[in-house]
């Protein structure tokens, strides 16, 4: 269990980052940004994801933590994280590898909106469906097994 302590540990190390870049957004949107950047519609993208992210990463180290404090949460949390039933869904649904070209997508997207909104558009599409595509498979083999 001690092994899985730091694995948790690391995480919520890792967890920093985009909480970082998400604070550096927003006061780079505060007090450096000029107006003509602000009114850029990949500006308010890319600030809007900023946020976003830096939510999400503070609200699973604050998840974390609480389950570093309890053993028993952390025993729940490790028996849910080995469960062979939910990795047979993951790699039906094509997680983890969905989710990391779906984020290449929308970096490849953000990257292309600086030179056509078109191909931003069709990106960012194209990689929401991937992601929602996978969320309603992994929903229907819940069910299903």
Do not use: W
């Not at 000029?34 to 600030?47: H, L, V, W, Y």
Request: proline share 2%; net charge positive.
């Amino acid at each position: 269990m001690d092994h899985y302590k730091k694995a948790i540990r690391t995480r919520i190390l890792l967890l920093a980052v985009p909480m970082l870049f998400s604070a550096a957004q927003g006061i780079y949107d505060v007090f450096f940004a000029g107006p003509e950047i602000k009114d850029s519609f990949i500006f308010g993208f890319q600030s809007g994801v900023a946020t976003a992210c830096g939510l999400l990463a503070a609200i699973l180290v604050i998840r974390y933590r609480a389950i570093l404090h309890d053993e028993k949460r952390l025993q729940l949390e490790f028996n849910k994280e080995n469960d062979e039933r939910r990795k047979a869904i993951r790699a039906k649904a094509g997680l983890p590898m969905i989710l990391f070209t779906s984020v290449l997508m929308i970096i490849a997207g953000t990257i292309a909106a600086y030179f056509n909104a078109a191909v931003f558009i069709a990106l960012i599409a194209a990689a929401l469906c991937q992601l929602t595509i996978s969320v309603v498979v992994k929903l229907v083999y819940m069910r299903r097994m």
